[in-house]
T-cell receptor
Framework: KAGVTQTPRYLIKTRGQQVTLSCSPI?????VSWYQQTPGQGLQFLFE???????NKGNFPGRFSGRQFSNSRSEMNVSTLELGDSALYLC????????????FGQGTRLTVV | AQSVSQHNHHVILSEAASLELGCNYSYGGTVNLFWYVQYPGQHLQLLLK??????LVKGIKGFEAEFIKSKFSFNLRKPSVQWSDTAEYFC?????????FGAGTRLTVKP
């Protein structure tokens, strides 16, 4: 069974641009969660999607948004990028919603310059 | 506010030493508890989890953790570490439809 796949692995953007990250969950998993990992703040929960609906949202500004498609693949979008958005963005998939056992992808390393 | 605390930021041990990493949480209600590990250059992997039942949970690679409800703790232990255990360890707690991670503890095992 393939694991959680995130694309791209690395990304460099300039301030003010917007970016879209993609996550393909493990086959059969319907819940996808997104996290931001930085040295200063650690792992922080962004949002969780289940069956194309956002179930939970962390404490991030509206510039961070996401969506989930009918095949459970999810995208995360960050608009008007700031330097502080530089981070590793991790996606995790679960069979069900509510943060059951989660399997993580390798992440997308975003650098904002 | 709900939070997860990992007391040790960086732990350095010699091979064969015993390990205990602390994790405390502040959550109301029922919680599920996890330890994840991130080896250098790799993605987060689940070490072990506690949902209910026996509070002493055994995970992969010889790790175990004990849920002590009265202390709001879920400490990770291993009797004898190996060089290959060098990694960052994250405690995570879910409850009230929320998931929080601790800041992580970096473990360095010297050969």
């Amino acid at each position: 069974k393939a694991g959680v796949t995130q694309t791209p692995r690395y990304l460099i953007k300039t301030r003010g641009q917007q970016v879209t990250l993609s996550c393909s969950p493990i086959s059969g998993h319907r819940s996808v969660s997104w996290y931001q990992q930085t040295p200063g703040q650690g792992l922080q929960f962004l949002f969780e999607y289940f069956s194309e609906t956002q179930r939970n949202k962390g404490n991030f500004p509206g510039r961070f948004s996401g969506r989930q498609f009918s095949n459970s693949r999810s995208e995360m979008n960050v608009s008007t990028l700031e330097l502080g958005d530089s981070a590793l963005y991790l996606c995790a998939s679960s069979l069900v919603a509510g943060h059951e056992v989660a399997f993580f992808g390798q992440g997308t390393r975003l650098t904002v310059v | 506010a709900q939070s997860v605390s990992q007391h040790n930021h960086h732990v350095i041990l010699s091979e064969a030493a015993s390990l205990e990493l602390g994790c405390n949480y502040s959550y109301g209600g029922t919680v599920n508890l996890f330890w994840y590990v991130q080896y250098p250059g790799q993605h987060l992997q689940l070490l072990l989890k506690y949902f209910s039942g026996d509070p002493l949970v055994k995970g992969i690679k010889g790790f175990e953790a004990e849920f002590i409800k009265s202390k709001f703790s879920f400490n990770l232990r291993k009797p004898s570490v190996q060089w290959s255990d060098t990694a960052e360890y994250f405690c995570a707690v879910t409850g009230n439809n929320d998931m929080r991670f601790g800041a992580g503890t970096r473990l360095t095992v010297k050969p």
